[in-house]
């Protein structure tokens, strides 16, 4: 989703407000995820004091599978984003957003966003116990005999 900035930019005190919502098929090619829910995106640019801003949450679920007991379940997720937008920069510099044309891909950044903040490690529950490492028994769900002796 293409944003043109350009009233933004130009006039100061001035808001757009944002609510989009990116399909599960358009975020299909992203591997390791498997979305069960749109990825909806609420929020506004605005321009204070001549400094552009966007501050936007992302809300979606995602279908994971836990990395110690391998249990399927589900996940909703809520994270805030805000980045500085320019027009263009002189040099590289990650903190701030280019706005190409005075446009941004609102799309592309929050989907950027999200996965940054995603965790690394994927846990059904903080205290899982995980699989026996002998018979594979889920030990949140029974306890095995394996180690007793």
Do not use: W
């Not at 498997?34 to 400094?51: C, K, M, Q, T």
């Not at 501050?55 to 589900?74: A, P």
């Not at 965790?119 to 490492?133: Q, T, Y």
């Amino acid at each position: 989703m293409t944003i043109n900035l350009r009233k933004i930019f130009n006039l100061p005190g001035e808001t757009l407000p944002v609510d989009v919502a990116v399909s599960q098929e358009d975020i299909t090619d992203i591997h390791g995820y498997d979305f069960a829910s749109p990825v909806v995106i609420r929020g506004e640019a605005f321009n204070r004091a001549g400094i552009v801003k966007i501050k936007f949450t992302t809300e979606f679920t995602l279908n994971l599978i836990c990395d110690r007991c391998l249990k399927e379940f589900e996940r909703s997720y809520v994270y805030d984003f805000e980045h500085v937008v320019v027009k263009s920069l002189s040099t590289d510099n990650d903190e701030y957003i280019v706005a190409d044309n005075e446009s941004i891909d609102l799309k592309e950044i929050a989907i950027s966003d999200l996965l940054l903040q995603l965790p690394s490690k994927i846990l059904c529950d903080e205290d899982c116990k995980g699989l026996c490492s002998s018979c594979g028994c889920n030990l949140n769900e029974s306890q095995c005999d394996c180690f007793s002796s």
